[in-house]
């Protein structure tokens, strides 16, 4: 449970090695299903990393690490890290090969 003004922090952690090429974002999704860039808590979501040809296990990246905004709706909020092949469309969350997502609430 998160509070505006609290620091949210979220990190992405792997224990198997991911062996194909892969375009990753991170993207924080609001209660009201709105999406927003997980470094930059702005409308617009950049990749985190681009055509990587991979990772060998264990890995870890630093996802999130903000402070929750005085404006910040509250409800259940979501953290997304989804990997797309770079060749691929990346039009929505159902594209990814692969994701990794957790809940939070801010109150």
């Not at 892969?22 to 999704?29: L, P, Q």
């Amino acid at each position: 449970l998160y509070f505006p003004g609290a620091r949210c922090t979220a990190t992405f952690r792997r224990a198997q090695s991911v062996e194909r090429p892969f375009t990753a974002y991170a993207a924080v999704i609001l209660p009201d299903g709105s999406m927003r860039d997980a470094r930059t808590l702005e409308p617009a979501l950049e990749p985190v990393a681009e055509n990587v040809p991979g990772f060998a296990a264990p890995f870890e990246a630093l996802l999130l690490d903000a402070v929750v905004p005085e404006s910040a709706p509250a409800g259940n909020w979501e953290i997304v890290a989804a990997f797309f092949d770079p060749a691929g469309p990346v039009a929505g969350r159902g594209d990814a090969f692969m994701e990794a997502a957790a809940e939070f609430a801010v109150e």
